[in-house]
């Protein structure tokens, strides 16, 4: 069983169709989504209609939580320049349907479980934990987990593998008998957060990420790829009059900041 796992697109379409040309390439049997698919100031509704025609196995994540909560308020609330707000004012009907109808987390079989986050949150780090005193010390604001806070993280998670975002971080861990895979991001490969405290993740090169998985005999190969695309392009496409430059962190967009910058990250 070979398999490929993509998140985090960001609204994305060129890194989108960067990797899922790569991973025609693959030989796999199946791809699958864990989400975030369209916040972001690039191409939402484009990334929506090529999603929706691949059929892959899709979870939600929490960008897809607050895009279906902002357009259920009314839409002079909506704010343009948030990345949950960009989407919303561009995405169809049919957009927010399908939407409707993704899970939150599903069971892929019975070697490996869906979710975004961790098993018991779609915004919850699992392999990078956020620390306090950005500001005062220049640092990231974010470190790789521990072990032992992987493992609390796990939560009642019991399939051999689980596959999550959302920290845009490519990593795969050992929890016990929990192999846990990050993929990174489709889309994005940079951003900045307020929450739970202020913090920047860098990958340090503009690749769109996926990851490969393949089953042989009873261990799993991951295979954590990095598919070069045309990222300036899309930089200049967030630059554009009446794109995002910034979320203000105002909750709309729960504080996830995503900068011109971050789609052309050194």
């Known amino acids: 069983m070979k398999i490929a796992v993509i998140s985090d697109i960001q609204g994305n379409l060129l890194a989108l169709q960067a990797v899922l040309a790569d991973i025609a390439r693959q030989g796999v049997e199946q791809t699958v989504n864990l989400g975030d698919m369209l916040s972001g100031p690039l191409q939402p509704a484009e990334t929506a209609d090529s999603l929706m025609a691949q059929h892959f196995p899709t979870i939600r994540g929490n960008h897809e939580r607050q895009l279906l909560a902002l357009l259920a ?3 002079g609330l909506i704010d343009p320049v948030t990345s949950d707000g960009y989407a919303a004012t561009r995405l169809l009907p049919n957009h927010m349907a399908w939407l409707e109808s993704l899970p ?6 019975s070697d490996i479980w869906l979710c975004h986050g961790t098993p018991d949150s779609d915004l919850q780090h699992w392999l990078e934990t956020v620390v306090p005193g950005f500001a ?3 640092s990231t604001g974010v470190r790789a987990a521990t072990l032992a806070e ?4 796990l939560g009642q998670a019991t399939h051999p593998v689980v596959l999550c975002g959302p920290t845009h971080v490519p990593r795969l861990v050992q929890c016990g008998g929990v192999l846990d895979v990050n993929p990174g991001s489709v889309g994005l490969p940079a951003y900045d957060d307020d929450r ?3 913090h920047v993740i860098e990958n340090g090169a503009p690749h769109a ?3 490969v998985l393949e089953k042989t005999g009873q261990d799993w190969q991951v295979d954590l790829r990095a598919v070069p695309y045309n990222h300036l392009a899309q930089a200049e496409v967030a630059a554009r009059p009446g794109r995002l430059g910034a979320c203000a962190g105002n909750g709309i967009c729960q504080t996830r900041k995503l900068k011109t910058s971050h789609f052309a990250t050194k």
């Open 73 to 75: 308020r009314s839409a």
């Open 104 to 109: 939150v987390s599903m069971a892929l079989n």
């Open 136 to 138: 005062q010390s220049q």
């Open 150 to 153: 992987a493992m609390a993280r």
């Open 196 to 198: 739970p405290n202020p």
């Open 209 to 211: 990420r996926y990851a």
